[in-house]
């Protein structure tokens, strides 16, 4: 069966019912919202009023300009905080997320809060940073084919400076972060990259696969890696991953680390959240959610299984 029809069966028998119920608590949050919103618009009408009749006209413009801006910033913040600390958000995990993951693999674990570790991050090399502030959720973990596996949705900042109330901080990744382990290690340690990435004073390796080379680089640690990595950059291995990019239409960071491979997909949108101001109850809503968990979940377990030549097969580039 493939992953729509399996998806379409799934959807009309067990998830259609949950999510007629979620979307009723979906209409209560967001008139709840609307109060508050209503609330926030009424008090800045009353702050405008007081200084249109206690205060010398030249003064109103300047004192509501700010006012405005922050209260707007403060209905934002606590737009964020309230959505995700609500009953919607928590069973919208719970009994979607959760629910999709175990379609793809029942054996895998799923933990909305966690993500992957600080260390982990430091460890694959793709940047060179080394104060880097981390946060993230849903992290999914298991074991496949014997292969410790895990990912999560994950953010990470470079701090320009070790102070850590420093607020001109960089954004350096964005998107989903992935590991799997395997017991023996790699014939190489290196890293492929996209063309042109940040990498100092690393050495890199040329490479004479031009479609290859129109989107990526391999970075070496150092030169005693160079035969084995070119043996493991098989064509085979190579035109696959150029096939997943042009699928994928997003930046890719992979890296070989003794007995692990990470790899992180850049994306510019939070992954796995509930809609709040449409239906979650449509199918395009779920199987757009399906997709983004199939696909880190599907690069992983073939990732585990098949070290590099048989890495990314074709059904995950399934229409």
Do not use: C
Not at 185 to 202: L, M, T, W
């Amino acid at each position: 069966m493939k992953r729509t029809e399996l998806l379409s069966t799934f959807y009309n028998t067990e998830l259609l019912p949950v999510l007629k119920r979620l979307d009723s608590e979906r209409r209560g949050l967001v008139y709840q919202l609307i109060a508050i919103f209503t609330g926030i618009v009424l008090l800045f009408i009353g702050v405008g009023y007081y200084v249109w009749t206690k205060i010398e006209m030249e003064m109103m413009a300047f004192f509501l300009l700010p006012v405005f801006i922050f209260s707007s910033i403060g209905f934002y913040m606590l737009l964020e905080g309230i959505v995700k600390n609500t009953n919607y958000y928590n069973d919208y995990k719970r009994e979607v997320i959760h629910r999709l993951i175990s379609l793809i693999n029942p054996s895998l674990h799923y933990d909305k809060k966690h993500h992957i570790s600080h260390h982990e991050f430091n460890n694959s090399g793709f940047f060179p940073h080394e104060h880097v502030d981390i946060y993230g959720d849903d992290h999914v973990s298991g074991t496949v084919n014997d292969v410790p596996i895990e990912f999560s949705e994950l953010t990470a900042r470079y701090k320009r400076s070790s102070d850590r109330k420093a607020h001109n901080n960089e954004f350096q990744f964005r998107g989903i972060f992935f590991i799997a382990e395997k017991e023996k290690p790699y014939p190489a340690d290196f890293i492929i990259e996209p063309k042109k990435a940040e990498n100092g004073s690393a050495i890199i390796m040329p490479l004479s696969h031009e479609k290859f080379n129109e989107y990526f680089q391999v970075r070496l640690p150092n030169n005693d890696y160079r035969r084995n990595a070119e043996d493991m950059l098989s064509d085979a291995f190579l035109n696959k991953l150029v096939l997943f990019r042009r699928h994928l239409h997003n930046e890719i960071h992979i890296s070989f680390k003794y007995n692990k491979i990470y790899v992180g997909i850049l994306h510019d949108k939070d992954l796995l959240e509930p809609s709040l101001l449409t239906s979650v109850a449509r199918f395009d809503h779920i199987q757009q959610h399906f997709n983004d968990l199939y696909v880190p979940i599907n690069i992983i377990e073939h990732f585990a299984a098949n070290m590099v030549a048989e890495a990314i097969e074709d059904d995950m580039v399934e229409a």
